[in-house]
């Protein structure tokens, strides 16, 4: 099936469906929340059906500002019926129903058809039908796509959501995927009322003094290897725990490896209590970090990969994150 097959086919089944249920992974971000609501106001707009919105755990305080956002709901147990009697399940922005916690084995349990629409890497099978492109910036574009696909209007609320979701997934516009398919589908959703002033200062905008002293720890604490190509920024407990920040406070500040210049690799780790360590990796395009990643039990795309480590000490981590990525420039 070709793209426009697929969409057709996804049509045909909002069509025929009378309990749809959206979903997206754990710990939501902008792509995710975006797609979703987008998705589920044209399911609304186009197909006059309605739709349920669930994730598992919060949505970040700098995306309630979207509409809709209240009407996303927690799974519990009552949700998990839910799921098993849908008779059509999305699956946006993941493809690997262990992101759904709980709830994913709800989902692999129910008849109904189900769609995964997403843009990562290595795909799990479990849906009945895939909506991939592992070189869209979001599964937000994905969205967009679909809906220019099936003729669909867009609406302020549909627009302010896909543009939410590009833009946080592209880092505003300035990750390596982004195209000028990217910029084009920015000017539609812009002619159709996105707010990108709004959008921007809701979601940006909205840092903790705490997470600005943080910011100023781990820029204190960045370290430069292999001549220069390599960079690693550290946030210890102590720091945490100086600046009185939380984990969600480091979100960004990864980028910052990649500003110096000359660094091709740039690692933020994270140790959130003793022993228990977050690696972020990125790169600005021309060598793959993912196995360097997976070398740490982690995973994700070429250019942006993560990884946690249990019971290992910060340093010798450290010293580990060097040697692996030491080998992209032999
Ligand atoms: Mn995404």
């Keep these: ?141 994905l969205i967009w796509v679909l809906i220019d696909a099936l003729k669909g209007k867009y609406d302020k609320r549909i627009s302010n959501a896909l543009y939410t979701a590009i833009m946080t997934d592209t880092g505003s516009f300035r990750f390596d995927r982004t195209t000028a398919e990217t910029h084009y589908i920015v000017a539609k959703l812009l002619e159709n009322g996105a707010d990108p002033v709004k959008c921007y200062d809701e979601i940006y905008n909205q840092k903790t003094v705490q997470a600005l002293k943080l910011l100023g720890m781990s820029l204190a604490n960045i370290d430069l290897y292999n001549q220069g190509r390599i960079s690693i920024m550290s946030l210890r407990k102590s720091d945490f725990d100086k600046a009185d920040a939380i984990e969600d406070d480091t979100e960004g500040f990864v980028a910052n490896t990649l500003s110096v210049k000359g660094v091709e690799v740039g690692v933020l780790i994270t140790e959130r209590e003793k022993g228990e360590l977050r690696i972020s990796f990125r790169s600005k395009g021309k060598y793959s970090v993912r196995e360097a990643a997976a070398k740490f039990g982690g995973g994700g795309h070429k250019f942006a990969a993560g990884a946690r480590t249990l019971n290992q000490e910060f340093d010798d981590v450290k010293n580990n994150i060097i040697y692996e990525l030491d080998k992209l420039f032999i």
Aim: one cysteine or more.
């Design 1 to 141: 099936m070709n793209f426009t097959e697929k969409a057709l086919t996804i049509s045909e089944k909002i069509e025929k469906s009378y309990n749809i249920i959206i979903t997206s992974h754990v710990s939501p971000d902008g792509d995710a929340i975006g797609s979703m609501l987008a998705l589920h106001f044209f399911i609304k707009k186009h197909f006059n059906k309605k739709s349920k919105m669930f994730i598992h755990g919060g949505i970040n305080n700098n995306l309630k500002f979207l509409e809709g956002c209240d009407t996303i709901l927690r799974y519990d147990d009552r949700v998990m019926e839910d799921i098993i009697g849908a008779d059509l399940i999305f699956v946006l922005d993941l493809n690997d129903l262990s992101r759904l916690k709980d709830a994913g084995d709800a989902v692999a349990m129910s008849n109904a058809y189900k769609i995964m629409i997403d843009h990562h890497l290595e795909p799990k099978e479990f849906a009945d039908l895939e909506l991939l492109d592992t070189d869209a910036t979001s599964t937000g574009e």
